[in-house]
């Protein structure tokens, strides 16, 4: 028999289905079901993130992008790593809580190390001041990763190194996003980072719920280590 070919309204029953659940743990679990049809799912979603942020890094990276050492945190099944290597880069770190993300990440064979780590409950599992760029895309939002985690990623960067991250604007993710700006600078505050650039996007991806008609709006931040 044909297989049924999924529709964007298929898509957004799968990611609506999941909205409840706040708790870092459930949606892990959620993408842990996802995995083998996240990268077809996400095409029909128009989700631009990996490409919008990864074009943010390559317009401000200096270095040399071969030997440069990427750390792509809630890294899923590798669609930002496959963006970085067409700019260049060479050499990627992943982590994610799920293992199902990281199975296919690891098939992707673009990492030369994968780790499951649940972030904000553990410490990331990577050296500290250690990685060229740390990019995390799609997983600062309400009910995955705290924003707190935003600290861990300054860590792990080399002085004089890129921190990437996006968020989106979305309904359930304005106060989520309020507070992970006054972080960010705060932080700046605090001489840990500067800030490189903040690109307001309005067509993000399409929105999937009820207050969201056509697309969503999203942000990405990019910072350099002091
Ligand atoms: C929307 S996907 C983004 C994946 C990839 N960065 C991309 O842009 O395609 C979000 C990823 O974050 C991971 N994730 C969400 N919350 C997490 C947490 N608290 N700890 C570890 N991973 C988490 C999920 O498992 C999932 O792979």
Known sequence: MAAVSKTFEHVKATILAAHGGTEPGVKVNFYNSWAETYDQDVALL?????????????????GDREAAVVLDVACGTGLVAKQMKRHGFG??????G???????????????????????EEPLPVQKGLFDVVVIVGALSVGQVPVGVVRELCKSTKPGGHVCMTTRRNHANVEYKAALERELKQMEAEGLWTCVEVAEVEDWERGVSEEEVGYVSGAVYLY???
């Open 98 to 120: 799920s293992e199902a993300m990281l199975m296919l990440a690891r098939e992707s064979g673009l990492y030369q190390d994968l780790k499951q780590s649940m972030l904000g």
């Open 224 to 226: 350099k280590k002091l």
């Open 91 to 96: 050499h990627f770190v992943g982590i994610d």
């Open 46 to 62: 128009d989700y631009r993130a990996p490409s919008l942020a990864v074009n943010g890094i390559s317009s401000h990276f200096s």
